[in-house]
């Protein structure tokens, strides 16, 4: 039973969870346009968007644009990002003269009946750090427009920051989520342990075979849960706090490969004990002889049923809705 209860535990962290891994925000030649969501705070100045500026890029006066992309409608001349991503590796040249001015600056003049607010997006010539502080949650992009002529090989780094830190939404109410399932943890494996404690306390007699295998099931799974969640949460912390989105790292890399793995492991080890604790239940309820066996089997089919289905119905409209929520978070 408390493998069934612990699945849909498991269903609903994976709603709140949607851990993606993401491509380092590093805008070259060959790639000119990022977007990512940005989630702001009112009177927070934690949410911005900065660009790292070394000499090879203040070198090539590389002009750029800041925008939240939901405003792309009241630009008259700046291109959608499917269109900026086709043309920019290939056809700069065709790009460019639609986008930019006689001086190379992004025309941000606005189209018919819009308006232009110049305190939403910045625009100019990228040969400082720029930081474009963030007061409006929404999608992000940066656009860049370096010489084709002179086929730069730069790399400039983009830090998209939200106001609680660096991983994305979805991810920081899992990461929030875990303080308080600790919390529930902790008191309920204090309440295992003061019911062990008081059967203990009764005599080894009081303690029936039925109750040892409960008991045996619960520290199997709680403590691997337990671990679980405390791994989930160093590696969430060091996303948030510790590496940028730009910064390509191989320890966060080993952290991401580690955390599949002990997934993996974990989901296996769990499948394991139910089969063991189903083994071992079902040897102890037959050889009772009060036990009538022929109950067992539809009563305890029908329980094991319903929650796995359930949670596989949960997931499955959860995994749908997510898979056409990510895209448009990226743009």
């Known amino acids: 039973m408390f493998i069934l209860i612990r699945s849909l535990i498991y269903c609903l962290l994976y709603i709140t969870s949607s851990v993606v891994a993401t491509e380092p925000t590093i805008l070259t030649g060959e790639n000119g346009a990022i977007c990512r969501w940005i989630q702001a705070k009112a009177n927070n100045d934690n949410s911005y968007v900065r660009l790292f500026v070394n000499e090879t890029v203040v070198d090539y006066e590389i002009f750029g644009l800041i925008f939240n992309y939901k405003n792309i409608v009241n630009f008259a001349s700046v291109p959608r990002i499917e ?3 086709d043309l920019y590796p290939t056809n700069k040249t065709e790009l460019y003269s639609t986008m930019l001015g006689g001086d190379g600056k992004f025309i941000d003049d606005a189209a018919k009946d819009h308006s ?3 305190l939403r997006f910045w625009s100019g010539v990228i040969d400082k750090e720029i930081i ?3 007061s ?7 656009y860049i427009a370096p010489d084709p002529v002179k086929a730069p090989d730069f790399e400039l780094p983009v830090h998209f920051k939200n106001y609680y ?6 991810s920081y109410l899992y990461y929030t ?3 308080w399932i600790f919390i529930i943890l902790f008191a309920t494996i204090a309440a295992i342990f003061k019911f062990l404690k008081d059967l203990s306390a009764g005599g080894s007699q009081s303690l029936s075979s039925v109750k040892a295998a409960m008991n045996t099931l619960v520290m199997l799974t709680f403590v691997p849960f337990v671990l679980m969640r405390l ?3 160093c590696y969430l912390f060091v996303q948030n706090s510790v590496f940028a989105p730009y910064q390509g790292s191989s320890i966060e890399s080993f952290l991401s490969f580690l955390s599949l793995l002990i997934s993996m492991l974990d989901a296996l080890f769990q499948f394991y004990v139910a089969l063991l604790f189903s083994m071992g239940l079902g040897a102890i309820y037959y050889y009772k002889s009060d036990a009538n066996y022929r109950g067992f089997l539809p009563e305890w089919s029908r329980i ?3 929650f796995p289905l359930a949670s596989a119905f949960i997931i499955s409209l959860t995994h749908s809705y997510f898979e056409g929520s990510i895209t448009i978070s990226f743009f």
């Open 177 to 179: 989520s875990l303080k």
């Open 132 to 134: 474009f502080l963030v």
């Open 165 to 170: 830190g660096n991983m994305r939404y979805s």
């Open 304 to 306: 094991a049923t319903k």
């Open 83 to 85: 269109n900026f991503t």
């Open 136 to 142: 409006e949650s929404g999608t992000y992009c940066v």
């Open 116 to 118: 232009v607010d110049t």
């Open 231 to 233: 791994f989930d949460f």
